[in-house]
């Protein structure tokens, strides 16, 4: 497989100090030129001068804006030619459903997609970016995720299939969000990634983990007595037997497995 490295981090990176997560990205995909798409937030120019900035601090010399807000704009020709010279392009955070909406189907994210299927683009995305990476993209539900109804999802740009990804998410306690989207029934696979902590996907569906928190997968195959089917909008859930694990920074892992690839060093006695 040709593809090239998609990065996904829970939001909340470092920028200012020694930036390992993003310095991590730099090595690994070393990128003559990164395109900073920060279509997700409110404030897309102060996004883009402050990733300019760390980016510019990690010796990459060349790192451009598409400022797209509205979906008019994605058929511009100079923003066709700004994808085909990027290396590297990078999601901000903000909104996932604005983000989505906005370049989802648009002939300039298809040739994004064409060239990252083909290994000549790699894709890096953070907190409502990294959230619209899977064929699902999940939101509300914060808290009271337990809560039938709660939570709302919508179609994600399915960079990755079969997963779920959702973001800040022990700062935000989003695990009953995840686990409500995955007993429904739409996808059985999630991952939750903290802040300052990142994956980054190889083109052999392995990824890495990268950064100061913990990366939680949570499998819903073999889930029992759920009655997510039975209840009404706004009572409790069950569920047994939801499978979880946590990742911190140095796991291998592989998705198509959907195990944990590092070899156990045993202690001598």
């Excluded at 040709?2 to 993003?22: I, M, N, P, Q, S």
């Excluded at 989802?104 to 890096?124: P, Y």
Aim: aromatic share 10%.
């Amino acid at each position: 497989m040709k593809r090239g490295y998609l990065f996904l981090v829970g939001g909340a990176e470092d920028r200012e100090k020694d930036k390992h997560v993003l310095q991590h990205l730099v090595e690994q995909t070393r990128p003559r030129s990164i395109l900073i798409i920060p279509t997700a937030s409110a404030y897309p120019q102060d996004v883009y001068r402050s990733y300019r900035d760390a980016f510019s601090d990690l010796s990459v010399d060349k790192v451009n804006c598409l400022d797209i807000r509205y979906r008019d704009e994605t058929e511009r020709e100079e923003y066709f030619e700004a994808v085909e010279e990027a290396d590297l392009i990078f999601f901000g955070g903000g909104d996932q459903v604005k983000l989505v909406d906005v370049l989802n189907h648009t002939q300039l994210f298809n040739r994004m997609c064409a060239r990252f299927n083909s290994g000549d683009l790699h894709i890096a995305s953070t907190s409502a970016g990294a959230a619209a990476a899977g064929n699902l993209i999940l939101y509300n539900g914060d808290r009271r995720g337990y809560k039938k109804g709660s939570i709302k999802y919508s179609e994600g740009f399915g960079l990755i299939n079969g997963v779920v990804i959702d973001t800040h998410f022990s700062a935000r306690r989003r695990f009953a969000r995840l686990c409500q989207l995955l007993i429904s029934g739409h996808f059985r696979k999630g991952i939750g990634l903290d802040e300052d902590t990142g994956i980054m996907i190889y083109p052999n569906m392995q990824f890495k983990v990268i950064g100061s928190g913990m990366v939680t997968i949570v499998n819903s195959v073999h889930a029992t007595g759920s009655n997510y089917h039975a209840v009404a909008k706004g009572d409790m859930l069950r569920f047994n037997n939801m499978h979880v694990g946590c990742l911190p920074a140095g796991t291998l892992f592989s998705l198509k497995k959907w195990s944990i690839l590092n070899r156990v060093r045993r202690r001598r006695s």
